[in-house]
């Protein structure tokens, strides 16, 4: 009996993750393809990944129906007040570590907020309940920042992160919260489109150039915080065949960024999904999460 209960998974403490980023930038996809992760490696760090409550369920039917029927994703409601708004619940599994045994499981809550909330932290007004989503964003155990990789808006996003900072600096330091160990994690999304690919081992240079007034202001952030700032590369749609090339239909481009769907679910294979969010709960840069297969 011991010897089937020391290979029992162990629990990590819970965590709540914020996704944030403009319209489009594929929050949506990004969370309905981690809860549907399919076609996994045979050699991912990954275990399993199941859907912890009802709304999350919703998701895998989010990628089951919409995925893999080719058919382009409903933008999340943008009148929602921030306090109905959906937390989705996931129990994530991963293989052990290098000289562990055991498995370890991680709860992991996430709320996707309206993308117009980048246009109001810039003086917008559609008409969302700010207020509201930044509170609910100060009771987050950490920030994952999603922004479409092919798209040019570098300065309004540069200026909306910096307001978001000011603001949940107000509600960090009345609540006692601390900000050193507060976590960012800034995900570039649609990272299979060539644009962002060419640049997959080169973060940096990605970064200074495409994004480097976002950068600026993530580096003032962290050091007024004294708190951590990562970035990553994901693509919910990943690549496909060999050689490979991007499993995606692209029906339009703009500033904002990439707009399609996937082009062959059969081998839909995301990648880069988990890395942020492990590092944002361990703080531990998971080099093995990282590894895009090429
Ligand atoms: N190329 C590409 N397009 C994506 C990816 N993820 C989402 N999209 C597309 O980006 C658009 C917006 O996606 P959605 O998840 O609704 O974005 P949200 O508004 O941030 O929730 C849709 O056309 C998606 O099909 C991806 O990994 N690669
Ligand atoms: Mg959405």
């Known amino acids: 009996m011991t010897h089937v209960f020391s290979r029992l998974p162990r629990d990590l403490p819970g965590a709540d993750i914020r996704i944030i980023g403009p319209r489009s930038a594929g929050k949506t996809a990004f969370l309905a393809s981690l809860a549907r992760w399919s076609n996994a490696r045979f050699d991912t760090p990954i275990q399993s990944v199941h859907p912890f409550d009802e709304n999350a369920g919703k998701l895998v039917a989010i990628?089951?129906?919409?995925?893999?029927?080719?058919?382009?994703?409903?933008?999340?409601?943008a009148d929602e007040d921030g306090n109905t708004l959906p937390r989705y619940t996931l129990?994530?599994?991963?293989?052990?570590?290098?000289?562990?045994?055991?498995?370890?499981r991680l709860q992991v809550s996430f709320r996707e907020?309206?993308?117009?909330?980048?246009?109001?932290?810039?003086g917008g007004s559609s008409g969302?309940?700010?207020?509201?989503?930044?509170?609910?964003?100060?009771?987050?155990?950490?920030?994952?920042?999603?922004?479409?990789?092919?798209?040019?808006?570098d300065s309004l996003y540069a200026q909306a992160f910096a307001r978001?900072?000011?603001?949940?600096?107000?509600?960090?330091?009345?609540?006692?919260?601390?900000?050193?160990?507060?976590?960012?994690?800034?995900?570039?999304?649609?990272?299979?489109?060539?644009?962002?690919?060419?640049?997959?081992?080169?973060?940096?240079?990605?970064?200074?150039?495409?994004?480097?007034?976002?950068?600026?202001?993530?580096k003032i952030w962290s050091k007024t915080w004294g708190c951590s700032v990562n970035y990553f590369f994901c693509s919910s749609f990943g690549m496909k065949g060999n050689p490979p090339s991007p499993n995606v239909k692209v029906q339009a481009r703009d500033s904002g960024g990439t707009y399609g769907v996937i082009a062959n679910p059969s081998v839909w294979r995301p990648f880069g999904l988990f890395a942020p969010i492990f590092w944002l709960h361990t703080g531990k840069d998971d080099r093995r999460l990282r590894e895009i297969e090429e």
Request: with cysteine; net charge positive.
């Open 91 to 104: 129990l994530i599994e991963r293989k052990p570590a290098l000289f562990q045994k055991r498995n370890i």
């Open 128 to 153: 969302i309940n700010m207020r509201n989503y930044l509170d609910d964003c100060a009771i987050s155990s950490g920030l994952l920042l999603l922004i479409d990789g092919t798209s040019r808006e």
């Open 63 to 77: 990628a089951n129906d919409i995925l893999e029927n080719g058919l382009a994703m409903a933008p999340t409601r």
């Open 164 to 218: 978001l900072q000011l603001e949940l600096n107000e509600r960090f330091v009345s609540r006692n919260k601390s900000l050193k160990s507060y976590r960012i994690a800034t995900v570039f999304s649609k990272a299979e489109q060539a644009q962002v690919w060419i640049h997959r081992h080169d973060m940096k240079k990605f970064v200074n150039l495409r994004f480097p007034q976002t950068k600026e202001t993530l």
């Open 113 to 122: 907020y309206a993308g117009e909330i980048i246009r109001d932290l810039c």
